[in-house]
């Protein structure tokens, strides 16, 4: 059995103990327990001693289990999948773990020569996507933020964060809303797609609507140029039509004026439930006094994950695209 699969069966078995003592869903449970983990004693009050003991003897295992950060991410992963099959929303679905690490490489890629470096994700989730890129920055100085406005995924992500040992600041907060938040030197995000009904608040955008609800996505990614630094790098998952659309010239002008595009990944269709909701990777980097934009920008379907050949050669062909222009 792997370190991931073990450490799993150790977070599964105390958040169910503590389900069935306390009446709460899979996903509360996960919060619980992970403080438990963290602070290497049991927190909640009141519970049945065989509960108790089957909690104390899991911590116990957490604790002599030798895991590093991305042990600890999959195996969190693997528990928040679980608890999510209990049925959720469509803003809690996670960000599949070969797009999360992927993303994760074109950030240090586009980032390496940085030591120091901050990284936001403004529609943070339970900070999957957040922690994976973070654990690619291996031997680097690097500090998290992350908002977001559901309460349960933010206290998800504070777990998610603390038992990995990453140094994240989360708010719970309109990722749109006012930021205090100074810029940072990467943006990273899985984007919410669809209608901001926050008519008052759209208003403070240039990509608003003069009639009806204008599309959140396109607020997200307003918002995260206002937050990145000049000359930052920001790498959001977007929807492959994303400029067919009424207001796509409006955002396609904005981006122009802003922004120099790196590059455009398009995921394979397989990995999202249908061809509709399938999205790319878009990567953006603010015009700065260092920015320039590429020579030629960075265009290509990615294969199937799962094909080790294709990959290979998809990762050849990206690397000689670092070595000229990065």
């Not at 389900?19 to 449970?29: A, F, W």
């Not at 307003?222 to 630094?229: A, G």
């Not at 000049?230 to 492959?240: A, H, R, S």
């Not at 399938?278 to 020579?295: D, E, H, N, R, Y």
Request: glycine fraction near 6%; include cysteine.
């Amino acid at each position: 059995m792997s370190a991931v699969e073990t450490l799993f069966n150790i977070i599964d078995s105390s958040v169910l103990a503590l389900k069935k003592d306390c009446d709460i869903s899979y996903l509360e449970g996960l919060v619980e327990v992970s403080g438990n983990f963290f602070e290497g004693k049991i927190l909640q009050d009141g519970l049945y001693s065989s509960t108790y003991d089957r909690m104390k003897k899991e911590i116990v295992k957490f604790e002599g289990l030798k895991k590093d950060s991305e042990t600890t991410r999959r195996a969190f992963q693997l528990a928040l999948l679980k608890g999510m099959k209990e049925g959720v929303q469509a803003n809690h679905e996670m960000t599949p773990d070969a797009v999360a690490m992927f993303m994760s490489y074109l950030v240090q890629k586009f980032t390496g020569k940085k030591e120091i470096i901050s990284v936001l994700d403004p529609a943070v989730g339970t900070g999957n996507l957040l922690t994976a890129v973070l654990n690619g920055r291996l031997g680097n100085d690097v500090k998290g933020f992350g908002v977001d406005a559901d309460e349960l995924l933010v206290q998800l992500a504070y777990a998610n964060a603390n038992l990995q040992e990453n140094h994240v600041e989360l708010f719970h907060s309109d990722g749109l809303g006012a930021l205090y938040i100074d810029p940072v030197d990467a943006i990273v995000s899985d984007l919410p797609i669809g209608y901001y009904p926050n008519e008052e608040r759209a208003q403070e955008f240039e990509l608003n609507t003069e009639e009806g609800m204008p599309y959140i996505h396109y607020l997200y990614i307003e918002q995260c140029v206002k937050h990145i630094k000049e000359d930052g790098y920001i790498f959001l998952l977007v929807p492959n039509h994303l400029f067919e659309t009424e207001q796509g010239k409006k955002l396609h002008s904005f981006i122009h004026r802003t922004c120099y595009i790196q590059g455009l990944l398009q995921l394979p269709t397989t990995l999202f439930k249908s061809e509709q909701f399938a999205k790319s990777i878009f990567v953006l980097q603010k015009k700065g006094p260092t920015a320039k934009a590429p020579t030629q920008v960075l265009l290509a379907e990615l294969p199937q994950f799962t094909n080790a050949e294709a990959m290979a050669k998809m990762m050849m062909m990206l690397e000689k695209w670092f070595t000229k222009e990065i």
